[in-house]
């Protein structure tokens, strides 16, 4: 079992930036494919970002690359999602999310087998 704790969320402007941390306990989570999501009021999960389990490989939606970075550290078992250049049509809940795999990543929510609690984050402009 996997236990994934999202943080670093919060209310910024237009243009400043977050950095996402989703820190997970209970397995090691090297071998683990992780994805970001988020959830803006009345809509359904988005994604965002995906990396895979050696931090080497990663992929963006649309709508933010050029603008948000996945990594992650396998020694402190967290994987990082850098915002910069947040725009209001960012504001959602932000998910991380994980399934075991060291070959690939996943795009849909329901790919994953651990999710976080979320962390809010909200852009005005």
């Known amino acids: 079992q996997v236990q994934l704790v999202e943080s670093g969320g919060g209310s910024v402007q237009t243009g400043d930036s977050l950095r996402l941390s989703c820190a997970a306990s209970g397995h090691t989570f090297s071998s683990y494919a992780v994805g970001w999501f988020r959830q803006a009021p009345g809509k359904e999960h988005e994604f965002v970002a995906a990396?895979?389990?050696?931090?080497?490989?990663?992929h963006y939606a649309d709508s933010v690359k050029g603008r948000f970075t996945g990594s992650r550290d396998h020694a402190k078992n967290t994987v990082y999602l850098q915002m910069d250049s947040l725009k209001p049509e960012d504001t959602a809940v932000y998910y991380c999310?994980?399934?075991?795999?060291?070959?690939?990543?996943?795009?849909?929510?329901?790919?994953?087998?651990?999710w976080g609690q979320g962390t809010q984050v909200t852009v005005s402009s």
């Open positions: 990396i895979n389990w050696s931090g080497g490989s990663t």
């Open positions: 999310a994980a399934r075991y795999s060291r070959s690939t990543y996943y795009y849909e929510w329901n790919e994953y087998d651990y």
